[in-house]
């Protein structure tokens, strides 16, 4: 990163827009420069406009508190960076071009302005960012800008400061900072707070790993499993109910596809019977089918003449339209032939007259050539009088303006002699100030410090007040004030007893509320202990009541248990061998076991099974709830008995917490006890403790009413001296008012005004202030008002010398406007005379003449072209409408006989088919194309309609014969019955295989769970194995282990950086870690490398060391990082000679190595060894310019 150029302007005291380009010459070969100036300049500003267009941040504004009032009437905050336009300035700028990471040029900009380019506008700041190279805006926004910043070159602001830029104050804040301070430093710096992270997450993560193991162990302990019997058990039963599911679907099956046969054949009854119904209707179809296709065939007959006809309807409509356009057209064809005859005439009579007017025109030439001459003469004369009379006008204009001027002048001559007198007048009423207006400046201070001496003296004084009085009253309170501290001594040494007996007050109070505190504290701990013995007896009966309620849980869950385990052997055993004794069973026959032919557990048996069920269910549920209610019992003594364990933890510990503030209580009454004079002793405390209070506070009493004394003394003494002070000050005042009255007495000429002084000075003081300003002003005035009029009188002369040469000017010009308009006159008479010999009408000039003339002829033209286009117009609509009527009379013959042609042809198709009537012929042609094909359509749908019904009754016939072969043999009528018992069955024995099945697949699953656990666990241990190490080498809760090793770390590094840039400035110190923090030490190696703190270091070696460390911490900033420019503000002053000779060396060597280094500094030596400058010149009223030299 590199500085290129810096422009700013009105910023602070830095006046107008400056330019700083390091590219140019002599900055652009100079690898050391100097910023000079003043105290109060401006060069820190430059450093400040390059933070403000970088990063929109002043560094020394860093940390500022508390607003200012702009003139605005805004508050803005005093670290706000618009403070530093400059006051007066309504905008100012800061602009900044550099040389990016990616080694392009790029510019930075910061403006700001007031709105409406008004002083009293509020403040506006912009900022941009440009790439030079192509001149594209990167971004326009204020939030955007700073982070754009940041990633063209890699610095925040803070590391800016510390890389780039070291401000004031800046180059010894790492030394001198605090050990949290430097470590914060020092993780911004190397970014290491990802150590923190890292040590924080490490803590966590053992943390989260541990609660997740006792989770998963906790979870696989709740896991119950199948032995290997039961197992075997619930296979075999499932394999039973397996085969006995498929034997009934078996029998499911047969009786479905009874029950889809039966439901076929009600199908194709209900089929044929729908059919023999359409039949029916099919047949009342067939009459009115038979009369439309006779009609079709009758269309049919008469489609081969039904053209003729309608070509005949045709040819009729034709010759009626064509005759009735004929008669039009005729008519108007007569009227055409009219129009003709008349527009061919009126053509040929205006070419007649266009040839006989072209023949005058020629004869005219001669004479119209002879007028335009005159016309030029005439012309020429008429321009000369127009410019003359012009100037005429401009001439009486002038003579106005000069006769204005001058009556002006009057009347300011006029003004300026009134103020005259009016200021002679004033300057007479002041006359007897005259002297005082000699040196009006310092006169006037004078009168205004008189006034403010007269005002401080009759301040907070009454109206009566006399300086004779005052000054007595101040003597004799003086004797009063020297008789009482002759009585009691000195103000300071009363003052000192005084609080002497303050602090034995202060002390007897302490040790009362001392006293107070440990009676209270032993009260305390008596209660406290009385009240741990109660609670021990209670929580010894808590803790038999937890054994008992644990010991009850565990029966209850034992009895639990028990009664399950029994539930399910029943189970097992209806399941098995009950369940196939029952099956064996058969109606009125007797059982192998009871003996009894009624077998109830075969007819009810569902209603047996959910009776059963329910009471195992019942008395589970019994059993269950008493194992809650026991284990609600036992949870609830458990926190009860924690709960007393807690309280007598916590009295425990109130009791040594009131044990040890008895003894520091105690112990503070001992050391109170020591440092006062009261006759107590400790034996007698400790034994009546009431009685030495009673004695304590009786010793407070008296001391206090003591005090009180004493304190009213010292208030009333201390008042007098106060009020001595005032009336002394008082005093002075009179004596400085009285010296300064007698000097201006001495100028004052008046008598009388002498005399109204001592009676009313500080009415006098206001009048001479007045009087000696307008005495000043008057004769000012009057030197200006006498230099106006004597250039009033020199400019009237010449207003008047001009007004006379403009009359001569035009005299002169009247005679010449008379004799051109002379000569005009007589050419005009010769024009007319031309014109009238050939034409009776008047004109103006000849070309007027000539303009009638060719317009005429124009006319006659014009004329002539209409009456052509109208005789063309009227030639072609004659033959146009003659072709038309010809052709109408041949349509007319040709529709004619066309219509007489398809007559003939009717007739005889009429007589070849007799059987069509003339009604018949008029029905046919009624019915159009359209109803001949759907009608077509319509006959054709309805017989294949016909066709299909057939082939569909014969196909239903078919089927339901083939479908009577296959009837099922058994009885339809139950079928409905064995359905419903057989899929009620089948349902049952399917619920027993599914819980079988559950019970298998639970057990598999908790199987597999179990394993998964187990698989998870010791993961989980060999984590928190894992994370446990690396917890304890760098975790904590606070991420504080890690950061601390990281920091002694970098600290290292930079101490190790920091050396090596102190090595040439200073052989005699190295900077040193102190161990096991990040505190400092300075390794003297001229003392026996005696190791010393680092405050121990003066100003000079405390900049050596300090300027070391910012090298260094400027090259762990950059990194990486190439920076070519280096700025320090300040610090050089400290240094002796030598010091600063090898400083100078190092700073030589560091330009030496690629940089620019830019100081800024007071010191003289300095500026003597850098020839190249920029010079900041302070050239008053708080502005500065920048200079470059070198």
Request: charged residues 25%.
């Amino acid at each position: 990163m590199k500085i290129l150029c810096l422009r700013l302007s009105n910023l602070a005291s830095i006046a107008g827009e400056h330019c700083i380009d390091f590219e140019s010459e002599p900055l652009a070969n100079a690898g050391l420069i100097a910023i000079t100036g003043k105290t109060g300049a401006g060069k820190s500003t430059l450093l400040d406009a390059m933070c403000l267009a970088l990063f929109d941040q002043i560094p020394r504004l860093n940390g500022a508190l508390g607003s200012l009032t702009d003139v605005s009437g805004q508050d803005i905050s005093i670290k706000d960076t618009k403070h530093i336009l400059r006051r007066g300035a309504i905008s100012g700028f800061s602009e900044v071009e550099f040389i990016a990471l990616d080694q392009k040029r790029y510019r930075a900009r910061w403006d700001i302005r007031r709105s409406y380019k008004k002083l009293t506008g509020n403040l506006k700041v912009d900022r941009s960012i440009t790439r030079l190279e192509d001149n594209r805006v990167l971004t326009q926004k204020i939030s955007e800008c700073t982070p754009c910043i940041q990633s063209l070159i890699g610095l925040s602001f803070e590391q800016f400061t510390r890389a780039v830029l070291l401000a004031q104050s800046e180059v010894g804040a790492f030394l001198k900072a605090k050990d949290h301070e430097r470590a914060a430093l020092l993780e911004y710096l190397t970014n290491s707070n990802i150590f923190s992270l890292v040590s924080q997450r490490a803590f966590e993560k053992t943390k989260e790993i541990k609660i997740e193991l006792d989770k998963k162990q906790e979870f696989s302990q709740h896991i119950q499993l199948l032995s290997t019997e039961e197992v075997e058990m619930f296979e075999q039963n499932k394999e039973t109910f397996e085969e006995k599911i498929k034997y009934i679907q078996q029998q499911q099956q047969q009786l479905e596809h009874a029950q889809q046969w039966q439901d076929e054949a009600q199908r194709l009854e209900q089929e044929i019977n729908q059919q023999q119904l359409i039949s029916t209707q099919i047949e009342q179809e067939k009459h009115q089918l038979a009369q439309q296709k006779q009609q079709l065939e009758h269309l049919d007959t008469f489609a081969e003449i039904r053209n003729s006809y309608q070509e005949q309807i045709t040819a009729k409509q034709q010759q009626t339209h064509f005759e009735q356009q004929l008669q039009v057209h005729t008519k108007q064809f007569d009227l055409t032939k009219t129009r003709f005859t008349a527009q061919q005439q009126q053509r040929q009579t205006c070419e007649n007259d266009i040839a006989t007017y072209e023949q005058k025109l020629e004869q005219l030439q001669p004479e119209l050539q002879k007028g335009f001459e005159l016309d030029a003469q005439r012309e020429h004369h008429l321009t000369q009088y127009q410019k003359i009379q012009d100037e005429l006008h401009e001439k009486v204009k002038l003579q106005a303006k000069q006769m204005e001027a001058l009556n002006h002048i009057d009347a300011e001559e006029k003004e300026l002699l009134s103020k005259k007198e009016h200021i002679e007048t004033n300057i007479s009423k002041y006359q007897f100030l005259s002297k005082l207006a000699e040196e009006p400046k310092a006169n006037i201070d004078k009168l205004h410090h008189i006034q403010m001496l007269w005002q401080q003296i009759h301040h907070a004084q009454s109206e009566d007040f006399k300086i004779d009085i005052f000054k007595n009253t101040y003597q004799s309170r003086c004797k009063e004030i020297e008789s009482q501290i002759k009585q009691y001594g000195s103000l300071e040494q009363f003052e000192e007893n005084h609080q002497i007996l303050r602090e034995r007050q202060r002390v007897a109070e302490q040790l009362d509320q001392q006293l107070t505190q440990y009676s209270d504290k032993k009260q305390l701990l008596l209660e406290q202990q009385e009240s741990l013995k109660q609670q021990q007896q209670t929580f010894q009966h808590a803790s038999s009541e937890v054994q008992k309620y644990q010991h009850a849980f565990r029966i209850a869950e034992k009895e639990l248990q028990t009664l399950q385990k029994m539930i399910n052997e029943q189970k097992l055993l209806q399941s098995e061998h009950i369940t196939a004794l029952r099956d064996a069973l058969k109606t009125d026959e007797s059982c192998p076991v009871c003996g009894s032919k009624d077998h109830p557990f075969v007819e009810k048996k569902v209603l047996l099974e959910q009776a059963m069920q329910s009471i195992h269910q019942h008395q589970e549920e019994e059993q269950q709830n008493i194992k809650d209610t026991a284990f609600a019992n036992w949870q609830a003594s458990q926190q009860k008995y924690a709960r007393l364990e807690s309280h007598i933890e916590h009295l425990n510990h109130t009791i040594a917490q009131t044990q040890q503030e008895q003894t520091v209580s105690w112990h503070q009454i001992e050391q109170i006890l020591k440092q006062t004079t009261f006759n107590f002793s400790l034996e007698q405390l400790s034994v009546s403790l009431n009685n030495e209070m009673d004695l304590l506070k009786k010793s407070i009493q008296n001391d206090h009413e003591k005090y009180l004394k004493n304190d009213q003394i010292i208030k009333s003494l201390k008042q007098q001296l106060k009020q001595q002070s005032q009336e002394k000050e008082c005093i002075d005042h009179i004596e400085a008012f009285e010296k300064l009255t007698s000097f201006i007495l001495e100028y004052i000429c008046d008598e009388d005004e002498k005399s109204q002084w001592k009676m009313q000075p500080s009415l006098c003081i206001d009048r001479y202030i007045q009087g000696v300003k307008q005495l000043t002003q008057a004769e000012n005035d009057r030197q200006k008002l006498v230099q106006q009029l004597e250039n009033i009188q020199h400019r009237k002369q010449q207003q008047q010398l001009e007004y006379s040469m403009l009359a001569t000017q035009y005299t002169a010009l009247e005679e010449t406007l008379k004799d051109t308009k002379q000569k005009g006159l007589h050419i005009r008479e010769q024009i007319d005379q031309l014109i009238q010999q050939h034409t009776n009408d008047a004109f103006t000039t000849v070309s007027a003449w000539q303009s009638a003339l060719y317009a005429h002829k124009n006319q006659l033209h014009a004329k002539y072209q209409t009456v052509k286009e109208h005789f063309s117009q009227i030639e072609q609509q004659y033959h146009t409408e003659q072709t038309t009527l010809n052709t109408l009379r041949q349509s007319v013959d040709m529709w004619q006989s066309y219509a007489q042609e398809h007559a003939h042809k009717q007739e005889q198709w009429k007589s070849n088919h007799p059987l069509f009537t003339q009604i018949l012929i008029q029905a046919c042609l009624e019915t159009t194309t359209a109803d001949i094909q759907q009608l077509r359509q319509h006959v054709q749908h309805t017989e294949q309609q016909h066709i299909r019904h057939e082939t569909a009754c014969h196909q239903t016939q078919q089927n339901y014969l083939l479908h009577q072969q296959k009837k099922p043999q058994c009885h339809l009528d139950e079928l409905e019955k064995h359905l419903q018992e057989n899929q009620q069955l089948l349902q049952e024995v399917r619920l027993a295989r599914d819980e079988i099945n559950a019970k298998l697949m639970s057990n598999q699953h908790a199987k597999a769970q179990q394993q998964h656990y187990a698989k998870d666990i010791e993961q989980l241990q060999q984590q928190v194995n894992r994370w446990g190490k690396i917890s304890e080498l760098i975790g904590s809760k606070d991420g504080a282990k890690f950061r601390r090793i990281a920091q002694e770390h970098h600290l290292d590094i930079l101490i190790e950086y920091a050396n090596q840039q102190l090595q040439p400035l200073s052989t005699r110190y190295a900077l040193k870690r102190i161990e096991n923090s990040l505190g400092l030490a300075i390794i003297d190696h001229e003392m026996n490398s005696e190791v010393r703190p680092v405050l121990s270091l003066s100003g000079g070696e405390t900049f050596l060391v300090s300027l070391a460390l910012a090298l260094a911490i400027a090259n762990m900033a950059s990194g990486a990082m190439r920076l070519e420019s280096l700025f320090i503000d300040e610090g050089f002053g400290t240094l002796d000679p030598s010091s600063l000779h090898i400083v100078m060396d190092a700073l030589d060597r560091l330009q030496s190595q690629g940089r620019k280094v830019i100081l800024i500094s007071h010191v003289q030596e300095m500026h003597e060894r850098i020839p190249v400058q920029v010079q900041v010149k302070s050239i008053g009223s708080g502005t500065s310019q920048i200079q470059v030299i070198g």
